[in-house]
């Protein structure tokens, strides 16, 4: 069977059966050892090493999740394809889920690539360090085809390590989390995932089961969390020395640098004082570039009221303290956040669980017209929720905040940057919109799942909102952006006065009006560079660094970016690091472009697919033990 990406391929859509082998009883330090060969070889390790493709003397064997450890320049182009395809169960399927099309294919094998070709020169401040990008990779069937989310995927942290000037290695590995390990004990897949949370019958009472007695230490999400996995797909947060791979509904998992081994839960180096893990964790935890700490949230959106935890750790990843604070709302769905160098700027809007959908098996969360957006301002000194100033604010959604910080001409002031939507469908796991038409204050069509980058002023002492602005329009020409998403900023000037924010552009068709298809997700197909003074924005697209300027708009794709400061002091001394899939070609190539000019300074070339995921970050070289 012929495949390439993009291409429609069948799903099945029945249900899987439960097989009894015994529960296994899973270590709080999570085994990084692949499972044992009774589970056999995947199938496209094992119908490579039949058709003596993948020969032993270049590849090293690697358990069940296929190969690793080959020079690129031992591999022929046969061997590069075969690393890239999709799992058998997915090519051999009868229906289709665009989630698990257009690049969003899984890989079947885990694999490091040595002795990457590198375009250009690796710039001092780069070399030494890894880009890690977070992501789905399913790794067997999932129980529903048709129901399958991109945010149910097993995770795998793709790593790029920048070992000199013109050297660099590719790596690849699943988050061995407690989920995974489990599955692969059973042979099958068997949670459910965030669009089916309705019990499924016997399968949840074994799962309820495993929960609770089949692990030793703590378990890996909230009490409330059964039929779906917590596959630590969506972050990835470097502290410590390690990467934090986190997931909405979950603990965050540690894995230790150089190598991606899974070492466990994040358990703040054992200080964590509640005696067990039982949050979730957000994707987004900040770093404060004077004092080291790392802040992030946690949510809980069963209990009533529903409510927030606001969690602080030290540089070296000890427990300092935790927050409960209500929310002011529904149970809503809360991504990201924002910090200054003395406050703590929550972030709800009204993409709310609805407990009775979630129990009928429609799609569990809904977004409120009616209901207000609202931002949290708590001193990050403070221990009490009573100290929280609720401002309200129009109907809208922020999934993501650029940055947030003290107004340096009043101190009653704060102004946040975050990437404004419409409304928000969740992606595909809240309920599709009436058919009656809504127009949004610009007089357009309402967008959804697309964001601009947007101002907001907000008064503490006052509690409102000064100035809520729109920082880019609708442009009167073609092929020019506006709507973008997945920013970020020069790292040492995270919660401090900043003048310019970085982003990803949307496609240039969804930037002339046309909405994401449902169940898809947007393309990211330009680097956008914004000047948060003159309202100025920069553009880059991908085509251009890839010498294909004639190309097809929406063969290269991004999903996120990270900005890598320089030797200097200076905001746009800085590069900013990507990777790009080329879709056409099956191939990736981790970009590193000049912050100031959005000029290419570097590439290292990726020759198999990589598939497409979520948020990244950047271990700069000394943040971590390279002796691992």
Excluded at 56 to 71: E, W, Y
Excluded at 106 to 124: K, N, Q
Excluded at 289 to 296: A, S, Y
Excluded at 433 to 449: A, I, K, M
Aim: charged share 20%; glycine share 10%.
């Amino acid at each position: 069977m012929e495949w390439r990406p993009g291409t429609a391929l069948p799903l099945d859509t029945g249900q899987l059966q439960l097989t009894r082998r015994g529960i296994p009883r899973h270590d709080q330090r999570c085994s990084s050892k692949a499972p044992s060969s009774k589970s056999g070889l995947s199938s496209l390790a094992a119908a490579a090493v039949a058709a003596g493709r993948l020969r032993g003397r270049r590849l090293t064997r690697s358990g069940s999740h296929g190969f690793s450890d080959a020079a690129v320049g031992e591999l022929d182009a046969s061997d590069l394809r075969q690393l890239g395809r999709p799992p058998a169960w997915l090519l051999e399927a009868k229906d289709r889920n665009l989630q698990l099309l257009d690049g969003w294919e899984p890989v079947s094998s885990e694999l490091t690539l040595r002795d990457l070709h590198i375009r250009g020169r690796v710039p001092a401040h780069v070399r030494g360090g890894i880009f890690l990008r977070n992501g789905p990779n399913q790794a067997m069937a999932p129980v529903s085809m048709q129901d399958y989310h991109i945010f149910d995927g097993h995770g795998m942290i793709h790593a790029v390590h920048f070992l000199g000037e013109h050297e660099a290695t590719y790596t690849r590995r699943y988050v061995r989390t407690q989920a995974l390990q489990f599955e692969e004990s059973q042979g099958q897949c068997l949670y459910t995932g965030m669009k089916k949370m309705l019990p499924q019958f016997p399968t949840f009472f074994w799962l309820l089961f495993e929960k609770y007695f089949g692990s030793s230490g703590s378990t890996d999400s909230p009490y409330w969390v059964i039929q779906n996995r917590n596959p630590a797909n969506n972050g990835c947060t470097v502290h410590a020395g390690r990467v934090l791979a986190t997931w909405e509904a979950g603990w965050a998992y540690e894995m230790r640098l150089p190598d991606l081994d899974t070492l466990g839960l994040f358990s703040f180096e054992g200080s964590w004082k509640d005696g067990a893990v039982t949050d979730n964790c957000s994707a987004h935890g900040k770093q404060d570039p004077e004092t080291g700490q790392l802040i992030t949230i946690s949510y809980n959106m069963i209990e009533l009221p529903p409510w927030l935890r606001v969690i602080t750790a030290s540089a070296d990843g000890t427990l300092e303290k935790t927050v409960k604070v209500p929310l002011p709302s529904g149970a809503a769905l809360l991504h990201d956040f924002g910090i200054t160098s003395t406050r703590v700027i929550l972030n709800v809007g009204p993409l709310n669980l609805v407990p009775l959908k979630m129990v009928s098996g429609a799609p569990p969360f809904d977004f409120d017209f009616s209901a207000k957006c609202y931002f949290g301002i708590l001193s990050r000194s403070s221990d009490s929720a009573d100290d929280v100033i609720w401002v309200e604010a129009e109907n809208c959604f922020n999934f993501h905040v650029l940055n947030a910080y003290d107004d340096p001409t009043d101190p009653n002031r704060v102004i946040v940057h975050t990437f404004r939507q419409d409304y928000t469908l969740g992606l595909g796991m809240g309920s599709k919109l009436n058919e009656e038409t809504r127009t949004s204050p610009h007089g357009r069509p309402l967008q959804g799942d697309t964001a601009v980058l947007h101002r907001w002023v907000l008064d503490v002492q006052e509690a409102r909102v000064v100035q809520s602005k729109r920082l880019h329009e609708p442009p009167t020409g073609p092929n020019r952006s506006w709507l973008s998403d997945f920013g970020a900023v020069n790292p040492r000037y995270v919660g401090r006065p900043h003048c310019f924010g970085w982003s990803l552009g949307f496609a240039s068709e969804i930037q002339e009006g046309a909405a994401v298809p449902e169940g898809s997700v947007a393309r990211f197909t330009k680097v956008l560079k914004h000047d948060l003074v003159t309202g100025e924005l920069f553009e880059h697209d991908l085509r251009e660094s890839a010498g294909a300027a004639e190309a097809e708009e929406g063969r290269f794709v991004c999903n996120d970016l990270t900005v890598v400061p320089g030797v200097g002091g200076g905001e746009e001394d800085a590069s900013l690091v990507l990777l790009v899939h080329d879709l056409e070609e099956e191939t990736a190539e981790l970009r590193v472009l000049d912050a100031s000019t959005l000029t290419l300074q570097c590439a290292a070339e990726i020759p198999t697919r990589v598939p497409l995921g979520f948020h990244c970050s950047f271990a700069a070289a000394g943040s971590f033990d390279p002796a691992h």
